[in-house]
């Protein structure tokens, strides 16, 4: 008979990054009692990590830019798979969410007459991104955490959610634990908002943080939700990939943006050899002329480095596997060699790209002014998660709400960078209000204590197992996960690796089955390695069910044996469900029609 | 690639010991790799907390051979190999587990302090106009990442252990930070002598040391501040002008 403390609130929310916070701020606002849960400290959630900005059609550095433009290129980015609303709502809504950071403190660059200043982005039509150097998430998370620390939210601190609980369909609460006890707890709520970012660690190498273990859309799913979207992952193509300690660590594109060039180990530009025939009208002929368009030159074309993220980490993988990568399983990046176009290169380069002046120095001892770059992909971001409504945010299972990069619908095929940290505040201010809105609305469920006694139970087993045969830790099975997801259903997929990819995760389910924990319940890595074991393989099979069944390329999801697009998939998003037997369920499902003055608008900025 | 010995504490509030791990350190590692290889090999239990492991956010720190640094960014090429490396939690917080330390502390006495109460927007829209060189003034100060590392290393709060008369850096640096925020018109002044106790720091600049955002905590934001609680408290002419001064200021740019 397991021991836990019971704690009630009106709205519950599950994570303190971007997403959650911002729940927080409105679910308060809104009156109700608020709960926050999360398995980090306050202000660590990986939200801190964003560098480049928030996206949102201000038009202060560019006033031809409004929100009909931040929609139409949301949704060419996302090909169209987008959910036309939420990219209505998030275009239209981002701009004040922006300036209401203002008024809790927050500060960003500013333009010459003292407004927020918007730097280029790929995919963004004008400049949009608000910013604050290299460091706008931290800004970001800190402002929502200041100020939501005296709305009267309660905080509960390296507290993991392990079970959603339900009443007939609806969620009524959650069950977590506490890392520093081992304690149990109940969390009994009439709504509960899903808030805990990506899926990062299913990849051997990821640009994500500790906690970026897929927990929320695994839950959800676990409890009855859809999860669409799961195919696309995008994959940074720039990350480091040595020393070990930092392979995966970003490499921001403005590495490429400042002149910086691609090569094999033959010395070879391979970025010049394949170019896609919708880019060759908008791409340079001549590495001269690429040089000239970073320099400004509007006259000039792009050079190949800066075509879309998917395709160039789509080359990039192609020179690896053929032989010519880098030797340590990379390519190589150099932006040193603009010595020969300019005088004061060094200087320049530390001007410009300082953080990764620093990155490089501190971690690999390399002079990014004197010697080339190693880089490769990074899985970076996860397009798929919880399905929700558009307005309200809340999943197809009544009270269970979901924000920020584990809710999906947004980004479609593939996400604009910036679009990430605008969402948040968009849906994570609609999951709050909503959220508090049900729970006006409904009356608190029953808690289950079956249900709670049977996940408390499983959840201790890996104590139990102790010297049981075939018995073993946590951190192998972890390991060889997160690289058979890199090799077989990695930035290239085909069905024959996908396939095998199903039969290992089987194989790892039964490892993880008989996983062997040592000592006790108090803050216990090892335990929590084993917890966040069923996550993980739950994501990665929802990944690579979404990816065999999308047979073409698109987006972020690219095919080896489908590698064009089929106009039949092209307004279809690809559902998954647990069904009645405990078996992953996936289905098609078309998209609705756009209304007819979204479509105008597509049409119009084609 | 050299064989290592990791002395590393482990131990809750009840008690604990240093205990060595002999482990491959490859090149490029980094302290943290190599206590979560340990932790993988042979120590599964190990407690200790990290999130970004890219200098981030704040939650790897730890004392490195006696120095308080974040695992992450602390390079095992930097370390005289050839002796045990000891690897222990933070000094000047309750111990949880082995490299795990309670810094609730810190979060409550954030709460205490007034938080950014902005002047009206300039615009009609709601918005405020400011310069760029305005906002550069706080910026250094808002890349704190919350390590607590300067917590832990000031003896007021290590060895003094004066953790309800003091701050401590970290929040001497977060109300610079809010003080010299463009558009905040909370005063703050009268707090810090009294309840957040900034005579008690005597500038001895180690927190300065520590700090792995670089930022000159005793310089640019205490000193500055100590400075202004000292005009307000004994001059009430100069308090009147001082708020004077800072509001003209902050108005300025609108001008
Ligand atoms: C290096 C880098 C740079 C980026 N730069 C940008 C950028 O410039 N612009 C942009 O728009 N996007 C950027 N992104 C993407 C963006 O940062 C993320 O998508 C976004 O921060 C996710 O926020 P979130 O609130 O959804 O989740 P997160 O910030 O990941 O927070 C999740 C929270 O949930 C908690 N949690 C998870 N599981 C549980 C559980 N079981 N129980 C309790 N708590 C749990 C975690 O502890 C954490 O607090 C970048 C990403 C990376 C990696
Ligand atoms: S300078 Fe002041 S705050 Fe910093 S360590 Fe010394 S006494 Fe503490
Ligand atoms: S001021 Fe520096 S040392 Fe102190 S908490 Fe912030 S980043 Fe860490
Ligand atoms: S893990 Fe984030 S600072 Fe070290």
Redesign the interface.
């Known amino acids: 008979m397991a021991v836990h403390e019971t704690r009630e609130h009106d709205v519950l929310i599950i994570g303190s990054g971007g997403a959650g916070l911002r729940a927080a701020t409105s679910a308060s606002a809104a009156g109700v009692s608020v709960g926050l849960v999360t398995k ?7 939200t ?2 964003a560098e480049g900005g928030i996206a949102a059609a201000l038009g202060n550095v560019d006033e031809r830019d409004g929100w009909k433009t931040h929609f139409a290129d949301t949704m060419r980015g996302g090909q169209y798979l987008n959910n036309w609303r939420m990219a209505e709502l998030h275009a239209k809504e981002a701009p004040d969410r922006v ?1 209401e950071l ?4 927050a ?4 333009t010459k ?3 927020i ?1 918007q730097r280029n982005f790929g995919g963004h039509a004008y400049p949009r991104l608000a910013h ?2 290299d ?1 706008t998430g ?2 970001m998370l ?1 402002a929502l955490q ?2 939501g ?2 709305l009267g939210v309660d905080i509960y ?1 390296e507290y993991t959610v392990i079970e959603l609980l339900k009443d007939g369909d609806r969620v009524i609460g959650a069950l977590s634990y506490d890392r ?1 006890k081992g304690a149990f707890t109940v969390f009994h709520a009439k709504a509960v908002i899903i808030a805990t970012g990506g899926i990062g660690k299913l990849y051997k190498i990821t640009s994500n ?3 970026c273990t897929g927990d929320g859309p695994s839950l959800a799913y676990h409890a009855g939700a859809e999860l669409i979207d799961m195919e696309f992952v995008q994959f940074h193509p720039t990350g480091m990939v ?5 392979r995966g ?1 970003l490499v921001t594109e403005g590495v490429r943006g400042e002149g910086g060039i691609l090569r094999n180990k033959d010395g070879h530009r391979f970025m010049f050899d394949d170019i896609p025939p919708l880019y060759t009208d908008q791409t340079a002929d001549s590495e001269e002329e690429g040089w000239r368009y970073t320099q400004g030159d509007k006259e000039a074309r792009r050079p190949p480095e800066l075509l879309t993220r998917d395709h160039v980490a789509r080359c990039i993988v192609r020179e690896i596997k053929e032989g010519r990568g880098s030797p340590h399983g990379g390519v190589f990046l150099d932006i040193s060699w603009i010595k020969e176009k300019l005088s004061d290169a060094e200087q320049h380069i530390k001007r410009k790209l300082p953080a990764m002046y620093h990155q490089f120095k ?4 390399i002079d990014i002014t004197k010697e080339p770059m190693e880089v490769g992909p990074t899985t970076h971001y996860a397009m798929g998660g919880v399905r929700v409504d558009a307005d309200t945010q809340m999943s197809v299972v009544p009270g269970l709400f979901a924000a920020g990069e584990c809710a999906a619908g947004l980004h479609g095929a593939n996400r604009l960078g910036g679009n990430s940290l605008s969402d948040l505040l968009v849906f994570g201010k609609r999951a709050g209000e909503f959220a508090a809105q049900f729970a006006r609305d409904n009356q608190a469920g029953q808690v289950n204590h079956d249900h709670v006694e049977e996940a408390v139970r499983r959840t201790l087993e890996p104590f139990d197992d102790v010297d049981e045969a075939g018995g073993e ?4 099975i972890q ?1 060889d996960l997160q690289a058979m997801m890199q090799d077989l259903v990695g930035i290239v997929r085909e069905e024959e690796e996908m396939e095998r990819a199903l039969v290992g995760l089987e194989r790892l389910r039964g490892r993880a089955r008989r996983v062997v ?4 319940r ?6 929590h390695a084993a917890v966040d074991l069923g996550h993980l393989l739950t994501i990665g099979e929802a990944i690579t069910r979404a990816a065999l069944e999308r047979r073409e390329s698109r987006g972020a999801h690219s095919r080896s044996d489908h590698p064009d697009k089929d106009p039949a998939a092209a307004s279809v998003n690809i559902v998954i469900k647990k069904g009645f037997d405990g078996t992953m369920e996936t289905r098609r499902e078309t998209i609705p029609a756009m209304p007819a003055e979204l479509q105008a608008i597509v049409e119009e900025m084609k | 690639m050299a064989q290592a010995i990791f002395r590393i504490w482990r131990g809750d509030s009840g008690g604990g010991e240093f205990r060595d791990y002999a482990t491959e350190v490859t090149s490029g590692m980094v302290v943290l790799d190599v206590v979560r290889q340990i932790q993988a090999e042979q120590a599964h239990d190990l407690a200790l907390r990290w999130n970004c492991k890219a200098g981030k956010c704040g939650s790897c720190s730890a004392e490195v051979n006696g120095m308080p640094k974040l695992m992450c960014m602390s390079r095992t090429s930097d370390l005289p190999l050839e002796k045990p490396v000891t690897v222990q939690p933070m000094k000047a917080f309750p111990l949880i587990k082995d490299l795990v330390t309670d810094v609730s502390w810190n979060y409550r006495v954030k709460k205490k302090i007034k938080p950014f109460r902005p002047r009206k927007p300039d615009e009609k829209d709601g918005t405020w106009r400011m310069a760029q060189s305005d906002v550069d003034r706080s910026m250094e100060f808002r890349k704190c990442i919350e390590c607590f590392l300067c917590q832990d290393v000031c003896h007021v709060l290590r060895e003094h252990r004066l953790l309800d008369e003091f701050i401590g850096p970290r929040f001497l640096v977060h109300i610079a930070a809010l003080e010299m925020h463009p558009l905040d018109t909370e005063n703050r002044l009268e707090d810090l002598r009294k309840e957040h106790g900034i005579g008690y720091c005597n500038i001895t600049k180690c927190c300065t040391k520590v700090c792995p955002e670089d930022i000159t905590i005793t310089d640019n934001a205490i000193i500055p501040l100590k400075e202004r609680v000292v005009d307000v408290s004994y001059d009430p002419i100069r308090r009147f002008l001082a708020r004077y001064r800072r509001k003209a200021s902050a108005v300025g740019l609108a001008s």
């Open positions: 980090c400290l306050l202000g660590k959630a990986h801190v990590m300036r203002e008024a809790w403190g500060l960003f660059d500013r007459d003292g407004r200043l604050v150097g460091r931290l800004e800190r200041d100020s620390v005296h601190m520093e943080s500790w906690d040595w020393p070990p300690s930092v660590l501190r971690l690999a001892d830790g946590p951190y192998q390991e924990v040592s000592g006790n108090a803050y216990n890595p090892g335990w």
